[in-house]
């Protein structure tokens, strides 16, 4: 497996290296900003809710790490001159972009199609596919210019496999995983570009509690344990092993986890 798991894996060195997190205010996306602190990157913290931004923005300063930049901005509601000039703040603050992981995610509300309001669903489709093609779009330029760089989206197991009820969110996801095979393949060629997604699947977060109400926490993996899996996709993976994307429960077995991004040759 080219990925290997975290307890086998040689610690990641991401100093002078850049990497801008969106949804950094909730459960994964927070622990993927310490993680990355604390191998030694400037992490950029998006979300909507500015105190949870703060609280993690002091959790990395107090522990001695590089100095994040906090960036609000609500996704629903975001409109593309706004991610233009997100690109143009994070070059003229910070000179470069060497990373841009994906995990703000929007679940809206569950059942049967007709009692789903279109308004709710442009509102899970701005968050999860629009924002992230947006924000991507806007980063390229300085992606381009990373002499190493590396876009990880976050995709979902509703997205691959989709069930009643899921609706807009489920839709959504397949169409994010989407974006991230049609990336993957425009980057092929591109040597420091690299293109990845991550599929987490049932884990200890606020939005496995919106769906799952009443499942047993204690049984679901903690984000923590997900997101060395990332920051080896930042800091580590060469090339030639991009353009994947990895089942992270797999991969905390310590089993097969990666499938190809990149659609067959023959289609």
């Known amino acids: 497996m080219p990925l290997p798991h975290a307890a086998l894996a040689p610690s990641t060195n ?30 950029i913290l998006h979300g909507r809710v500015v105190r949870k931004l703060e609280s993690l923005y002091d959790e990395i300063v107090a522990a001695g790490h590089a100095q994040p930049t906090i960036l609000p901005l609500d996704l629903i509601t975001a409109r593309a001159e706004d991610f233009d000039r997100v690109a143009a703040s994070v070059r003229g603050q910070l000179g470069r972009l060497d990373a841009l992981v994906h995990t703000a995610a929007l679940l809206g509300s569950l059942g049967p ?45 509703r997205g ?12 959504s996801k397949a169409a994010l995983a989407a974006l991230a095979t049609t990336l993957a393949d425009e980057c092929e060629r591109r040597d420091n570009v690299r293109v990845n997604a991550v599929v987490p699947g049932p884990m200890r977060s606020p939005l496995r509690m919106q769906s799952h109400p009443g499942e047993d926490r204690a ?13 080896q996709l930042i800091g580590t993976q060469r090339k030639a092993e991009s353009a994947i994307a990895i089942d992270a429960q797999a991969w905390l077995r310590q089993e097969p986890a990666a499938t ?3 659609p067959r040759s023959d289609s």
């Open 260 to 262: 190809s991004l990149l």
């Open 14 to 43: 991401l100093a002078q290296r850049v990497i801008f997190i969106t949804g950094a205010s909730g459960r994964l996306g927070r622990e993927i900003a310490l993680a990355c602190a604390r191998s030694g990157a400037t992490v």
């Open 219 to 231: 049984t679901l993996p903690d984000p923590a344990s997900i997101a060395p899996l990332y920051v």
């Open 113 to 157: 199609m007709e009692h789903q309001p279109l308004e709710a669903w442009q509102k899970v489709f701005a968050v999860n596919v629009v924002a992230a093609a947006a924000l991507t779009r806007a980063s390229m330029p300085l992606l381009a210019a990373a002499p190493d760089a590396s876009i990880v989206f976050t995709l979902d197991t």
């Open 160 to 171: 691959q496999s989709p069930r009643a009820y899921w609706g807009a969110y489920a839709a």
